[in-house]
């Protein structure tokens, strides 16, 4: 039997404790989400309504198909900055006529849809998802252009937006645009690259300079209409390719455009899969609110994988890396999971050849996250962990199968990488609201940084000042804390979303099925060196 038990006690003082940590930061996460919705706030979204218009995530529903679900993706981008969290651009995965499409949307609610440095981060990780896993790309733009003050920080990495969108379509990948607004200066070029545009009766509003710049530029005199309108565009420029009376129109044709793309998938959807035998409600009560203490991570596994079926690989052996294989929503897996948190030279070789076999069968991997790093110390250095835990890395850099990654606890120093972090190109990273991620713990950072000052002033011949150390240890832990928490992470586009615990059999089953839209092959050979 491949089964998994479970040891979980879910009536337990123990589970009600995580469970009731869990909670508290779903709270917390819940609401910054409410902050994302809520756009620019309720003066600009009450003036957009009162403006006939339509708000982005509500042309996002209307666009996708309809009981489907929309992964939207980086929703917390900004967070912690001086811009208004989201970004003001709504990005995710949805289906538009039976195909997965990714789909961006300008919220004209924040500052009248302009770009921003964070917008301009999301959006180009929205395009590197589009364009490895090959799904058409839909842009709802209203949008008046880069927020002109910070110009120096989009203007120049700005370029790459619409690089992307010529290139995507170089590979064969659709792209699509509907402008139910601005569409002004340099976002003129988005529905000018893009294979099909649509554009809005006395709505849509394209051109690279409006009347008052052309008025600076050449002394004419014109009018939006007549320099940049929907009807010019459809009837004169040749720009706009349908020609929409109202913003539902204009989702109706776009739907209808994805309809006609003759769009196939490399992969066939798999049959109807059996869930897991254990309820995804308990996953909010497996994580520790401490993550010093440890969880088994088989827990995990077995409320995310299809019938709780797993078939572990080298169980005996690095038994602090739980590896193995499995499927989910139907697709295969090979799972790569820590149950102890800290990585031996054992896990580390199992680990290695383990993302060898995936790529030998074409199987996506999954990373689940709960390591503080490799271990240190004499006798493990004089071990190899060095040359160990480099192997594991230059497997996990060079493999070719799709990499899946789930920040569930700790996930720190170069375990951080081995697990494939952000920096190991994951399709996706998604992280639970319990997790924390640094170049070590608060209080190790602390300390480090404590013995070397304390060494430093014995150097000197000097006295050294405990109070003040005691000060300044307090103040690296607390920064290093706040820094090291999923939503300051997740601003930062560091992951593609916090997401519920009880959410990730979903939010996975989605990705795999957008991954299997592009061909899922791995590497043969081309590991380079391993040193044994």
């Known amino acids: ?141 209203e949008s008046g252009g880069a927020d002109l003050p910070s110009q120096k920080e989009i203007f120049i990495p700005g370029g790459a937006l619409f690089r992307d969108i010529t290139r995507l379509s170089a590979a064969g990948i659709p792209t699509v645009a509907v402008v139910f607004g601005n569409s002004t200066a340099g976002g003129a070029y988005v529905p000018g690259m893009s294979d099909h545009t649509v554009m809005i009766k006395e709505r849509s509003k394209v051109f690279l300079g409006g009347p008052p710049l052309v008025k600076m530029a050449t002394g004419e005199e014109s009018d939006d209409e007549s320099l940049g309108g929907a009807e010019m565009h459809a009837r004169t420029s040749g720009l706009a390719d349908h020609f929409a009376v109202d913003e539902h129109d204009a989702i109706r044709q776009a739907r209808r455009i994805v309809a006609r793309l003759n769009w196939r998938k490399a992969h ?161 990273l998604f992280a639970w609201p319990s997790s924390k991620s640094a170049v070590m713990g608060p209080q190790q950072l602390a300390g480090v940084l404590s013995i070397v000052a304390r060494a430093s002033s014995a150097a000197k011949g000097l006295p050294y000042d405990d109070e003040a150390d005691a000060g300044l240890r307090a103040m690296v832990e607390q920064q290093i804390e706040s820094e090291s928490l999923p939503m300051f992470l997740s601003g930062r586009l560091y992951d593609d979303g916090v997401i519920d615990p009880r959410d990730t059999r979903t939010v996975l089953g989605m990705c795999l099925s957008a991954i299997h839209t592009a061909p899922v092959e791995g590497a043969r050979g081309g590991f380079g060196v391993f040193r044994m």
Not at 8 to 28: F, I, N, Q, S
Not at 51 to 75: H, N, Q, W, Y
Not at 113 to 134: D, Q, V
């Open 268 to 428: 066939p959807d798999p049959p109807a899969a059996e869930p897991p035998l254990y309820d995804e409600d308990e996953l909010l009560g497996i994580v520790p609110g401490d993550l010093k203490v440890p969880f088994d991570p088989r827990e995990v596994i077995a409320r995310l994988v299809d019938g709780s079926d797993f078939d572990a690989f080298k169980p005996l052996y690095g038994s602090s890396l739980v590896t193995g294989w499995a499927r989910l929503h139907g697709y295969p897996v090979g799972i790569l999971a820590n149950a102890q948190g800290v990585l031996f030279s054992e896990e580390s070789q199992k680990a290695a050849q383990f993302v060898q076999l995936a790529n030998q069968r074409d199987i996506p991997l999954l990373f689940l996250h709960n390591t503080t790093g490799y271990m240190v110390g004499k006798e493990y250095e004089q071990g190899g962990i060095i040359k160990h835990g480099a192997m594991m890395i230059n497997a996990v850099a060079n493999s070719r199968v799709p990499h899946l990654s789930v920040l569930m606890g700790a996930s720190y120093g170069a375990g951080h990488y081995g697990m494939c972090g952000r920096a190991y190109d994951p399709r996706f």
């Open 1 to 141: 039997m491949t089964v998994l038990p479970t040891a979980l006690d879910t009536a337990g003082p123990e589970y009600a404790d995580h469970r009731a940590a869990m909670l508290v930061k779903l709270d917390e996460l819940n609401a910054e989400h409410a902050k994302v919705l809520a756009g620019g706030g309720e003066k600009y979204v009450t003036r957009h309504r009162g403006r006939g218009k339509l708000l982005a995530r509500e042309r996002v529903e209307l666009l996708v198909d309809p009981d489907t679900p929309f992964l939207e993706l980086s929703p917390l981008a900004a967070w912690g900055s001086d811009w208004t969290v989201g970004a003001s651009l709504v990005t995710g995965i949805g289906v538009i006529e039976g195909v997965e499409c990714l789909i961006t949307a300008n919220d004209p609610t924040v500052r009248g849809g302009a770009s921003n440095p964070w917008t301009l981060k999301k959006a180009l990780r929205a395009n590197e998802i589009a364009f490895a896993n090959r799904l058409p790309c839909v842009s709802l733009v």
